[in-house]
């Protein structure tokens, strides 16, 4: 069917939800909040941000003179060491004590330079220490949440480009639900849900980026306006089991995507990123296929973005465009970006 005109919903195989799909609303006026459109920093190094190197972060320490990559544990982390995993176990209200640990990963020593903007090498450098980091903390909790919140429009607190890595003796949520999910399709059907899904999307008119190792598509189920779902077109569970070659290809791609979000209204793209892979449990994973998540809010411009509110909070999850169109915008914006363009 042609869903383009059509008032619609779509499942998300991963979690279960639905997303109502309204593409009649594109043509409202937006009379609502416009973002500030901030300019460019391109400062190679501010003085008074907290994580350039040599600086003074808030909580006195002194930031090395790094050259790549550099984690360091989180000054304000949501999570705590040592603490006993216990539950107050009642009817209605119970609750759980639980331990963790939070790092930050400054992707460079270059206080204006985001993924789209580093090199390839650069870009690899940043893959590796996600790696190195899962798997290090992998040895000690059950969770390992790798992330990035770009822009303020997603509620980042410094603009040095950076993620970050919660670790904890618990699965969250999400993953939680995509591990339930993964492991009845898996057990119904003998094939993973995600190479089912890459399989099934590859040449069509979701897919943004397709090479012979990785793909990125706009999913079925998309819920922000521009949100895609990058996944291997191979069998792996965890990011750190990626081999040299594997992780070369995962840059380019990265770098493409990101590139592609900046220059589709000519900004810094905000969104929020994260990887998905196997919890740290003992057993079996093979029905788990690692995955990234990229969750950008605008929608009309650069200063336009979606809210989830009303009908997304009370009932579910609703967007404008179809995830065709979105991935029609995406796939014609050049994959070089614009500033990288405007140098040569």
Known sequence: MDF??????RQNPLTGRW???????TQRPWLGQIEPQAA????????DCYLCPGNNRANGATNPNYEGPWAFQNDFPALLLGSNADTEAQDLFRAEVVSGECRVICFSPNHSLTLPQLSKEQVRSVI???????????????????????????????????????????????????DERQRAYFAETGHSLLTEVAAQEAGGPRVVIETPDWLVIVPWWAVWPFETLLMPRFSVQRIEHLNAVQRDGLADVLRELTARYDNL?????????????????PGDHSHWVLHAHFYPPLLRSATVRKFMVGYEMLAEAQRDLTPEQAAERLRRVSPTHYSLRDAQ
């Open 265 to 281: 209204f000519g900004c810094p793209f905000p969104y929020s990123m994260g990887w998905h892979g196997a919890p740290y449990l």
């Open 40 to 47: 460019p920093d391109l400062q190679v190094h501010d003085a």
């Open 4 to 9: 383009s005109d059509l008032v619609h919903r």
């Open 128 to 178: 590796d220490c996600w790696a190195a980091q899962s798997s290090e903390l992998g040895t000690q909790y059950t969770w390992v949440q790798l992330f990035e919140n770009k822009g303020a429009a997603m509620g980042c607190s410094n603009p040095h480009p950076h993620g970050q890595l919660w670790a904890s003796s618990h699965v969250p949520d999400e993953p939680a639900i995509e």
């Open 19 to 25: 997303v109502l799909v309204s593409p009649h609303r």
